[in-house]
């Protein structure tokens, strides 16, 4: 769900609304005045948290959580399903190879900026491997090679170099994240942007800019077709707990190696 | 849930490297020790491979049309079940779940591919511990009685059954189930012999257990292992990820992958106790959904305050530490045994739990040729008395493993062949018993 790119910059509208979907509260009324439970936390409070993750935007976060659920429900998905169902398997193997080939530059500078030789290097050789050998990126020979796949962001870097998580913040559309991690997509998605008006891959071609917006609609479209995760499928009551606890260890341990 | 369940067990995964004694007999299952295999399950290349041909989709049945949810559960729009679909006339297999997993654990996955493969439809169901089954499919909503929790799945079946009749052609039905589907696929089975609306040509048990409340126990024992014992979950839970963050960082690892696991488990990196106390905390995190899942659909006032109504912006960060903290057997005492001697006064505590087992339908099942039953010498949710019954009751239709704990060897190649030749290949000798 977090994976960055230019289309943090379409979902400004989709924030907005966000924002606006937050405002509702249900209110209650008329019900039989509560009674105790049988069992209260104050009972097991001589043991130590689990799962425990500090979260002072829950209020936020679990209904960015909840919206993230209709978002995927009623446009993201059926777009991914419709996408799934049109094209070939291979080609969309193709495809997340290709996209995944181009996160390797930004995997190449952040573990270069993290001062990893060797995570640089594999980087950069994953990148060279599959842009000539592997056709422009559409097939990943480097993983055959053994050179596999260790993606690297800015967010990660920022952990390096002793930057704390910051609170844990659910982000419309993108999901889980930190206040850091949240920083390494705004920088990453604006390298990106600063690359690609560097090079300007479409210049020369009629209708540039809607041939970019297509590529942009597709990545995004890869990138959820490429995260299994969907919003409380589990049905377990305490999911949102589940997600951002993984979520944090899974970003600790990135940031270990 | 679970991916969630299987991230998280991979998070924890520390395996004591118990004593070596693989190989004996022809049997290849290569982990010998009960809880390293009940955590492990089988190594990759060694499990039932999935059908290049699987076609399969998602049914969500609405069991109760009228039922007005709580608002929290808002995204359960109804029982959701695997439909896996073959394009010519072939049996149809109903497979259920353990305690708290759902229609799309890994175990039932690997019966779907097994099965499949062997030309049969399958349908997959949620444990009626599952939160899914008590919101959507459950009619009382308080899980734990083996014949109300057949009815619950029988009426499922036949929900399920109503959609997908006019898609596939079906030659005959099927039923099987693991630790507590197994369980209750014996009573599932009983409830069709009076209804008749399958007519099941065959029922396999797979490690099964007996007396429910037994079972339960010896799961809840596992605790007792830990230090400070059950009152210390947290701190057990802490002190493991502790131990294995300091291994994966002083290693080579990529990733937290199989190869990871297989390194923790080489390293002998955490006692017997300290494996057995992780298989008890999963199934307490399992066990936490159940409880507060039915207790706000019961609006019984156990976890949650009674008339509380949650919404889904609510933290249950409180319910979640109080509800992991109780054990099935609170849920007997505290929850399930008051709620079922309202429903029929009279009712002891030794009455009931000597209803929650196979021996309660004893007469139903000994010598029955449609039942079949796979058991692992060293599952720890049954004892040897329970083994024991288990063959007399079964005969020749019973196999016992070596070793495989409880169910880490179902996904192993010769495991899921075994249970397909169970289906069909003994039809004949069965009927002849």
Redesign the interface.
């Known amino acids: 769900m977090n994976k960055p790119g230019s289309i943090l910059m379409g979902f400004l509208l989709i924030i907005a609304l966000a924002a606006q979907l937050s405002g509702c509260?249900?209110t209650?009324a008329n019900?039989?005045?509560?009674?105790?439970?049988?069992?209260?936390?104050a009972?097991?409070a001589?043991?130590?948290?689990?799962?425990f993750v500090d979260d002072p935007w829950?209020?936020f976060n679990?209904?960015m959580y909840?919206f993230n659920?209709y978002a995927d429900k009623y446009v993201i998905l059926p777009v991914v399903r419709g996408y799934e169902f049109i094209t070939p398997e291979f080609a969309q193997d193709g495809v997340s190879n290709f996209f995944n080939n181009i996160g390797e530059i930004k995997t190449f500078y952040n573990a270069l900026l993290q001062a990893k030789g060797m995570k640089t290097l594999n980087a950069l050789g994953r990148f060279v491997t599959n842009s000539t050998i592997g056709i422009g990126g559409l097939f990943d020979v480097a993983t055959h090679m053994g050179m596999?796949r260790?993606p690297e962001d800015f967010g990660q870097t920022l952990g390096v170099w002793g930057v704390g998580s910051g609170p844990y913040v659910v982000l419309p559309v993108l999901g889980p994240n930190t206040a850091r991690s949240t920083t390494g997509l705004v920088v990453d998605t604006g390298a990106r942007i600063a690359m690609m008006n560097a090079i300007d891959p479409f210049g020369n071609v009629d209708n540039g800019s809607t041939i970019e917006a297509g590529v942009t609609t597709l990545e995004f479209i890869d990138a959820r077709h490429q995260q299994?995760?969907q919003?409380?499928k589990?049905?377990?009551?305490?999911?949102?707990?589940?997600?951002r606890y993984?979520y944090k260890?899974?970003r600790?341990?990135a940031i270990?190696? | 849930?679970?991916?969630?369940f299987a991230?998280?067990v991979t998070?924890l995964l520390v395996l004591p490297a118990a004593g070596q004694a693989a190989g004996e007999g022809s049997y290849g299952y290569p982990i010998p020790g009960s809880y390293a295999a009940t955590i492990m399950g089988t190594p990759e290349q060694l499990r039932i491979e999935k059908p290049k041909n699987l076609s399969m989709k998602e049914l969500v049945l609405d069991v109760y049309p009228e039922r007005k949810k709580p608002?929290?559960?808002?995204?359960?729009d109804g029982l959701?079940c695997n439909f896996a679909y073959q394009k010519k006339k072939a049996p149809l297999a109903f497979l259920i779940a353990g305690t708290g997993s759902?229609h799309n654990s890994d175990k039932l996955q690997y019966m779907t591919y097994g099965l499949y493969k062997a030309g049969y439809h399958v349908i997959t169901l949620s444990s009626p511990t599952?939160?899914?089954f008590i919101?959507s499919a459950s009619k009382e909503c308080v899980p734990g009685d083996l014949t109300a929790d057949a009815a619950d799945l029988y009426k499922v079946m036949e929900k399920a059954w109503e959609t997908v009749k006019d898609d596939i052609e079906v030659s005959d039905f099927f039923l099987a189930g693991y630790s507590l589907g197994g369980t209750q696929a014996a009573y599932v089975a009983k409830l069709d012999d009076e209804r008749k609306t399958f007519n099941f040509r065959k029922v396999v048990m797979v490690n099964p257990a007996v007396n429910l409340y037994e079972s339960v126990q010896r799961i809840e024992a596992l605790l007792d292992g830990i230090p400070g014992g059950p009152?210390?979950?947290?701190?057990f839970?802490?002190r493991m990820?502790d131990k294995f963050?300091e291994f994966?960082?002083a290693g080579d690892?990529?990733?937290?992958n199989n190869q990871f696991l297989y390194a923790v488990y080489k390293a002998g990196l955490v006692s017997e106790d300290e494996a057995g106390g992780i298989i008890a905390l999963s199934f307490r995190i399992g066990s936490?959904?159940m409880i507060?899942?039915s207790d706000?659909m019961t609006n019984s006032?156990?976890?949650?305050?009674?008339?509380?109504?949650l919404?889904?912006?609510?933290?249950?960060?409180?319910?979640?530490?109080?509800?992991?903290?109780?054990s099935y057997l609170d849920y007997f005492e505290?929850y399930f045994l008051p709620y079922m001697q309202k429903k029929r006064p009279g009712l002891t505590r030794e009455q009931l739990k000597a209803e929650l087992s196979l021996k309660h339908i004893e007469g139903y099942l000994k010598g029955n040729p449609k039942f079949a039953a796979m058991l692992n010498e060293n599952d720890f949710i049954i004892d040897d008395a329970d083994r024991a019954y288990l063959k007399q009751l079964f005969g020749e239709r019973s196999k016992v493993y070596p070793r495989g704990g409880h169910l880490g060897n179902l996904e192993y190649r010769q495991n899921m062949v075994d249970m397909v030749d169970f289906l069909t290949i003994l039809e004949d000798k069965g009927g002849a018993k």
């Open positions: 509260a249900t209650m019900l039989p005045p509560e009674e105790p439970a049988m069992h209260t936390v009972e097991f001589d043991d130590e948290k689990m799962l829950i209020g679990k209904r909840t659920f596999q260790q299994k995760f919003y409380y589990s049905h377990y009551p305490f999911e949102y707990f589940m997600v993984l260890q899974q600790e341990f270990m190696k | 849930m679970t991916h969630i991230l998280l998070l608002d929290l559960f808002f995204y359960d959701v759902d599952h939160s899914n919101v009152r210390k979950l947290g701190v839970f802490n990820l963050t994966y960082k690892f990529i990733d937290i936490a959904g507060f899942t706000v006032g156990y976890v949650v305050p009674k008339n509380r109504v919404q889904a912006s609510d933290s249950l960060a409180d319910y979640f530490r109080v509800s992991v903290r109780l505290e």
